[in-house]
């Protein structure tokens, strides 16, 4: 996770297994655990001491290499209890917001967590993301993800709703995935710097023209409406094209800036 | 750029010079220099001192206000004398390889310098990009845009055909944006640190081809291949729709990891 | 058009001349009429009796070759006073209606009379269609339209407005190119047969929205809302890739059917 | 399929058994055969004599309405032993090649006989298809599907390989859904009246790639490549989204003229 040093693998550190172009798991080592695939289990005690790209067998003899997951793949282990953010959204997101190391940013609501762990593992270390969550039950179990994957010092998480009000002031960003971004634009606008930009992410159309509606009412400028979509290429030789089935819609991303 | 700071302008800034939804300008702020826009000159010494958000008017009377642009701003600012790479596919170039703060990246070739520009916000501080360029003037003018923005400290730039060898390793991720990406695949697969990615920028589906046929042989592994198209709406109250004309390609993104 | 008989050019005929990939006309044959192109003059007259393929060239002397255009080239000849339809939407709103030869359609507003010629031409000579328009101009061009490309004897125009009723009875399928299709759903419902269909053409989702809920209001079922995307590959031998920019929205098809 | 009359259902008319907007079927009426569906069975003798819009019951007391099938829903009836080609791809090329009533065109391969049969369609009653298939066994298929659906009198099937030779002379348009579309190339050119198309629809960028390379040599004109994409919108009043999933993919079209 962004580490090029080759140290041992220690407790608490996060693997990805590798037994093939289908089977591959992500895990965190945990002494005295045991983790159960498709391939035979593997006791997770034995994996501390080695080094990344040493391999290892399990317990019928299936073999598999040891490696280092990307944050993409440590998302991928958060358990999912709401509609998560692809990677081709994320990526635009963070970019067209210009946040990036040692900002603060504000989101809501937090939902499982994917938006605000990006936020956080690219504003780290001396920046601090602030996230927002109505309901306990998400609270918590996005806390726990934070935890598990170690972006948990550089968020805090709220259970509060932030229509109540947005605690932080001069907030490089605001990132609003939730179903009424609409009502919390004039929250946003009093705690961005001058210069700082809001940035929502809704599925549907009718979504994007509330929001557009009410960021020109209350002064936002150079308001950006799109969606970005990814195609797969189905990649064999003398053979290439398209995949034929794929993800066609996720969401939309609106971004605007106080100026 | 990040910074939540609300001190005052000074010269070496940056600046976002906002006039309308149309006239908008980004410009570093130099002492005794005069700025010239549609919209009149602005005597760039009369900024420093002032705080982002505040107001001011070009010497025929037009007011604009001051603020503060974000990276993809910045790197608008950049002489282009190459092609360069769109913030859709920057930002899932990103994500897609684990590159974060603190992470030791290869790229090549430098070209203007958009991706290593990008990639050194996202490691900085403690991380750093080493940039492959085998063009003199290429290379001297990158340095430039590099320095005119402040990502310079967290940029090795380097006069050097990067088939002639990489010299780093154990490197976190090496980004390959030249016509051949195939000929550096067994290059980058030696400066990689196990579970490191490779990610590729090609225009063409016969790089495409060639690529994943390269990065098979190698051995890499988790192979992918996509494009990312980013669609603009046009969002008016009660006519939404997506924009007529728009950019349908700029190029395919590959990436694969070593593992 | 259609024909695969190989007499010689006569005067009414449409003729395709072909100076290059980049410069081609479309024209009608006209005694004594001279024809201005950017590669010279041609006298038309001389062009009858020659056969489709025979080359001549014009009075400068560049060569060009005399051959038959496609129904879609004829409707670029149309002088062009409101939006068209384009090709990728023609045809999947052709066949998603079911309407061949031998049809009778309903189809408003007429506009340039692009639609009502596509089918005119695919449910001669048969069939029939009835087309409405308020704009009294603009009847009057369109006619103009259909009379040159031959297709007049199938359509039968209306300087009509719609809302004020559909005189046809058991129509195979009514087509509506109109800003409110919605209003017309009821007396498009009475008018078809059942198993007919209704397709609408609109460019916004708000548009589609009213048109849907019009629809299911009104007891129309199987109603489908698409957009139809072309994109064009810039084809070239070892660079295949698709072309930059291009057209990425017209509008939206819906289609219904009575049942 | 096209006919305004409202004359009574008749042994061999082609149905819509209509449930709700699940449960749709279209079947052929004969006399003394059950038809099953998941809603209980109909016996199809008890349809003769009724009218389109007439309802009726299953044998368990489940309600239907009979209605007429498009062309596009009797080609869902075909059995399918081949890749067959979409509405929206079919459109585009019937509009691309310029073919309408009365043309004389050439196909091949016949497979499961999709392409054929809405070429049969909209070239009847005075034109003809020619389509060749070197499978014993899709050529019968075939031939029984066209019967079914009342295109076999438009219709010569020929049980050849069109590589051997295209019998036909002077035909207004040749469609290739094969393979190796480059080996017919020249064929074609010859078979082709002066201004008539071929169009080829293949999978694969290098197929696209292999093909204008073959057009390009045999000196056809106007070469075109695209691909046609269809976006399906979930339209729900206020929630106004395009579907999640989708087929991104389906093949190219390349068409060309003989100029």
Same mark, same amino acid.
């Given at each position: 996770m962004g580490s090029s040093t080759s140290e041992s693998i220690k407790e608490g550190d996060w693997v990805l297994i590798y037994f093939d172009e289908k089977r591959k798991y992500v895990v965190r080592v945990e002494a005295g655990k045991q983790f159960h695939t498709t391939m035979g289990g593997i006791d997770l005690s034995s994996l501390i001491g080695k080094k990344f790209g040493d391999g290892d067998e399990t317990n019928v003899g299936e073999p598999f290499v040891i490696s280092r997951p990307r944050l993409v793949d440590l998302l991928e282990t958060f358990h999912r209890f709401t509609q998560v953010i692809y990677p081709k959204d994320l990526g635009y997101i963070l970019l067209s917001s210009g946040v990036g190391p040692g900002a603060k940013v504000v989101e809501a609501?937090?939902?499982?967590g994917y938006l605000a762990s990006v936020l956080a593992y690219y504003v780290k270390p001396s920046g601090r993301v602030f996230t927002y969550e109505t309901r306990k039950d998400f609270y918590l179990k996005a806390i726990k993800n934070f935890e598990s994957i170690g972006l948990l010092p550089y968020i805090t998480a709220k259970?509060?709703?932030i229509k109540d009000g947005i605690?932080?002031?001069? *907030?490089d960003a605001v990132f609003l995935d939730l179903p009424d971004p609409w009502s919390i634009v004039d929250l946003a606008y009093d705690a961005l710097i001058h210069g700082g930009s809001i940035v929502v992410f809704v599925p549907t159309v009718n979504q994007v023209e509330r929001t557009v509606v009410a960021l020109k009412k209350k002064g936002f400028k150079l308001i950006e409406s799109v969606e970005i979509m990814m195609r797969k290429l189905k990649a064999v030789q003398g053979e290439m094209r398209p995949e034929t *089935?794929?993800?066609?819609h996720t969401g939309y991303i609106v971004r605007a800036q106080k100026l």
């Amino acid at each position: 996770m962004g580490s090029s040093t080759s140290e041992s693998i220690k407790e608490g550190d996060w693997v990805l297994i590798y037994f093939d172009e289908k089977r591959k798991y992500v895990v965190r080592v945990e002494a005295g655990k045991q983790f159960h695939t498709t391939m035979g289990g593997i006791d997770l005690s034995s994996l501390i001491g080695k080094k990344f790209g040493d391999g290892d067998e399990t317990n019928v003899g299936e073999p598999f290499v040891i490696s280092r997951p990307r944050l993409v793949d440590l998302l991928e282990t958060f358990h999912r209890f709401t509609q998560v953010i692809y990677p081709k959204d994320l990526g635009y997101i963070l970019l067209s917001s210009g946040v990036g190391p040692g900002a603060k940013v504000v989101e809501a609501g937090t939902g499982t967590g994917y938006l605000a762990s990006v936020l956080a593992y690219y504003v780290k270390p001396s920046g601090r993301v602030f996230t927002y969550e109505t309901r306990k039950d998400f609270y918590l179990k996005a806390i726990k993800n934070f935890e598990s994957i170690g972006l948990l010092p550089y968020i805090t998480a709220k259970n509060k709703n932030i229509k109540d009000g947005i605690d932080e002031k001069d *907030v490089d960003a605001v990132f609003l995935d939730l179903p009424d971004p609409w009502s919390i634009v004039d929250l946003a606008y009093d705690a961005l710097i001058h210069g700082g930009s809001i940035v929502v992410f809704v599925p549907t159309v009718n979504q994007v023209e509330r929001t557009v509606v009410a960021l020109k009412k209350k002064g936002f400028k150079l308001i950006e409406s799109v969606e970005i979509m990814m195609r797969k290429l189905k990649a064999v030789q003398g053979e290439m094209r398209p995949e034929t *089935v794929g993800i066609w819609h996720t969401g939309y991303i609106v971004r605007a800036q106080k100026l």
